[in-house]
């Protein structure tokens, strides 16, 4: 009889021991998934309050953009880029792209299939992406799924003419507009015209560009200065793909853009 119960006892000790196991490991999985949410939040870039614009592309370049509106009431714009060649198509367009997505060609053709892109986007990683991570695509997926669409066929258009056509003023930023802030872009490379063509983007999306200059002396890396953090600085970093930084120095302006010589030959403008 003695025996049996202290078989008992271990086994109910056994018992214990496996559900605080259990129990531990729960414990550090919900902390990894915590911590990966915590990152993610951080690292977002859609804020589900301003504009966002989504390029969609397949490996032969054809594609599309989408243009998220979350508010007053949720409407996504499609312009389909089919015909439109290169490798920047958003420079083509001079338009500031948040976000980019690589998707099938079957997908990116099909001009009604952008919730189900983005949905997969979030599942599979053969769908690379660039300056958005799941939890952006999640909230976008979200706003795909309860938005109004229409569709902007300018693909078929002279480039030279693609930024004369009324439709393109929908791509104006309020955000931007409303932050009511002066820009300065400055070219230190050796290249001309950057300054210029950067300047001519910015103004498209509504900023308020008040001097463009080039300096006798390059800088190595671009930056964009800024006497107080605000929406337009945050996009200007993201689309711009340039490091922003607090100064006392940006001269004439709310926001000072220096293009250094590591854009030389830009990506995205």
């Known amino acids: ?4 119960r202290n078989v008992g006892l271990h086994h109910g000790s056994g018992i214990k021991t496996a559900w605080l196991f259990i129990g531990i490991v729960l414990v550090i999985i919900l ?3 915590a911590i990966k949410f915590v990152f993610a939040l951080k690292n977002s870039t859609f804020d589900g309050q301003h504009q966002f614009v989504l390029l969609v592309r397949s490996d ?3 594609g599309m953009l989408a243009l998220f509106q979350p508010t007053p009431s949720a409407s996504v714009i499609i312009v389909p880029l089919e015909n439109i060649n290169g490798q920047n198509v ?3 367009l001079h ?3 948040d976000g980019n997505i690589t998707a099938s060609i079957d997908k990116v053709t099909n001009k009604d299939d952008v919730k189900s892109i983005i949905f997969d986007s979030i599942f599979h990683a053969q769908h690379s992406t660039s300056h958005v991570n799941w939890l952006d695509l999640a909230r976008l997926w979200l706003v795909a799924n309860t938005a109004s669409y229409a569709f902007m066929p300018v693909d078929n258009l002279p480039k030279d003419n693609i930024l004369g056509t009324m439709g393109m003023q929908l791509f104006i930023d309020t955000g931007i507009q409303k932050d ?3 820009i300065q872009v400055i070219n230190t490379t050796s ?3 950057l300054g210029t063509r950067l300047a001519s983007e910015l103004t498209n999306m509504g900023a308020d560009v008040i001097d463009v200059r080039s300096a006798p002396t390059e800088v190595k890396r671009s930056v964009i200065n800024y006497d107080k953090i605000s929406y337009t600085v945050t996009r200007l970093e993201r689309i711009l793909q340039m490091p922003s930084a607090l100064s006392d120095e940006q001269g ?3 926001i000072q853009i220096i293009i250094g010589a590591d854009n030389a030959y830009p990506k995205t403008f």
Not at 1 to 4: A, E, K, N, V, W
Request: proline share 4%.
């Open 90 to 92: 958003s420079a083509d």
């Open 252 to 254: 004439i302006a709310d």
């Open 1 to 4: 009889m003695l025996m049996r």
């Open 191 to 193: 290249q001309p015209g």
């Open 180 to 182: 009511n802030q002066t």
């Open 60 to 62: 032969n370049n054809k």
């Open 31 to 33: 902390i990894a998934l």
């Open 95 to 97: 338009l500031g792209v």
